[in-house]
């Protein structure tokens, strides 16, 4: 069966670069979120999108934006980064529906040098 | 808000022991419960879940029952493999609102032959 695909799966920048995150959801399914786990840590809600629509906001900074897309795939994008931003980027999707698990992608490594 | 308490690890256990990985909730409303799994280098997986007090989820020779009365979604195996070595993480999502998962701080579990 399909699953989330991201990319890329690793990623090195430098303090203040930018950096874009893409995320392919199963299909059919119409709600993406997005975690950030950081070295031994438990995931952390960033940003969640149903139907193209921005659904709900975590921790997420203010250099980071996200949106979807009208094929529902997704973009995380990151400005001025910092070396705190260095971390395991997951993105994760699933049906709208309060039972309904989410399915997880391998992530994006993001290390900041 | 919402949050999830997990035993902390490391566990380590020896192959054939009996596994339990105590999880602790608090939450608003009446949440769904998940346990996930994280292998080393990959993206987390459902491992099991359960929607509603009394619901006993399974999957792989795993176990746990959502206890509303004592807020607990432990999770028990009989006996386990060197391949069930893994991060563990318990996580809970609202049912009303916003969905996303509030994840416990996760367990490492290492299973010796």
């Not at chain 2, 608090?26 to 990959?42: D, H, K, N, R």
Request: proline share 5%; charged share 20%.
């Amino acid at each position: 069966a399909a699953g989330v695909i991201q990319s890329p799966r690793h990623l090195i920048k430098e303090k203040r670069e930018t950096a874009t995150l893409k995320c392919y959801p199963i299909p059919r399914h119409d709600t993406v979120y997005w975690y950030q786990q950081g070295p031994g840590q438990d995931p952390q809600f960033l940003i969640s999108f149903y139907e193209k629509m921005q659904s709900d906001k975590g921790s997420i900074p203010d250099r980071f934006s996200a949106q979807q897309f009208s094929d529902y795939h997704s973009e995380l994008n990151m400005s001025s980064l910092e070396l705190g931003d260095s971390a395991l980027y997951f993105c994760a999707s699933s049906l709208r529906g309060s039972n309904q698990p989410q399915h997880f992608g391998d992530g994006t490594r993001l290390s900041i040098l | 808000g919402d949050s999830v308490t997990q035993m902390e690890g490391p566990v380590t256990l020896s192959e054939e022991a009996f596994l339990t990985i105590n999880c602790t909730y608090t939450a608003t409303g009446y949440p769904s419960l998940f346990w996930y799994v994280q292998y080393p280098g990959e993206g987390l997986q459902l491992l099991l879940k359960a929607t509603k007090a009394d619901d006993k989820g399974s999957n792989k020779g795993f176990e746990a029952t959502y206890r509303k009365e004592t807020t607990s979604f432990h999770l028990e195996k009989g006996s386990v493999q060197v391949s069930d070595s893994a991060v563990y993480f318990c996580a809970l999502s609202e049912n009303q609102g916003a969905q996303k998962l509030v994840f416990g701080q996760g367990t490492r579990l290492t299973i010796n032959p």
